[in-house]
T-cell receptor, first 108, second 117 residues
């Protein structure tokens, strides 16, 4: 049974780098991970997606170690507006499993 | 990405009634998905809707309770039937688009916030 776990919450300060890890079992070589950001009363917003070692875009990086049992979303220099819930979504073949979400609080 | 709208954005309903939620996409898509997000919880997939075929429901969700229509490649509806307070949730639709490098990426609508009294 596919299962995805994340820390329930994290605190950070403005300007710091934040790393949020998603643990997932039984992920195949071509299965991929997507991260979303969700603000209250809004739908999840796409951040980044990847299936190999490292992916970077203009807002975040995604790291996947060789054993593929976890992935880490890295947010450089967070600001107050990054306070939100972050979800990983793991594609296990044709199945999608959302993690429980990590509530990130960015403090001044 | 994709521009997705949902109607209504929110509603308050009486138990025993039904509500139909609409999802409109700005361009044609093959697959559309319906999710439920209970208060303070993560997203749970209800069903996958492909145009021209019956929706595929996940374990724990049945067509009689959550009938879905997919009349064309830009539109879908989800009906929450015979509602009870336990159906109070946010209902979200999403669509698949090709990822930047590989696979598919899901993009979400703004959600419909439902409260059942």
């Amino acid at each position: 049974l596919a299962k995805t776990t994340q820390p329930i919450s994290m605190d950070s300060y403005e300007g710091q780098e934040v790393n949020i890890t998603c643990s997932h079992n039984n992920i195949a070589t071509n299965d991929y991970i997507t991260w979303y950001q969700q603000f209250p009363s809004q739908g999840p917003r796409f951040i980044i997606q990847g299936y190999k070692t490292k992916v970077t875009n203009e807002v975040a990086s995604l790291f996947i170690p060789a054993d593929r049992k976890s992935s880490t979303l890295s947010l450089p220099r967070v600001s107050l507006s990054d306070t939100a819930v972050y979800y990983c979504l793991v594609n296990y073949g044709q199945n999608f499993v959302f993690g429980p979400g990590t509530r990130l609080s960015v403090l001044p | 990405s994709a521009v997705i709208s949902q109607k209504p954005s929110r509603d308050i309903c009486q138990r025993g009634t039904s509500l139909t939620i609409q999802c409109q996409v700005d361009s044609q898509v093959t697959m559309m998905f319906w999710y439920r997000q209970q208060p303070g919880q993560s997203l749970t997939l209800i069903a996958t809707a492909n145009q021209g075929s019956e929706a595929t429901y996940e374990s724990g969700f049945v067509i009689d309770k959550f009938p879905i229509s997919r009349p064309n490649l830009t539109f879908s509806t989800l009906t929450v039937s015979n509602m009870s307070p336990e159906d109070s949730s946010i209902y979200l639709c999403s669509v698949d688009r090709p990822g930047q490098d590989y696979g598919e990426t899901q993009y979400f609508g703004p959600g419909t916030r439902l409260l059942v009294l």
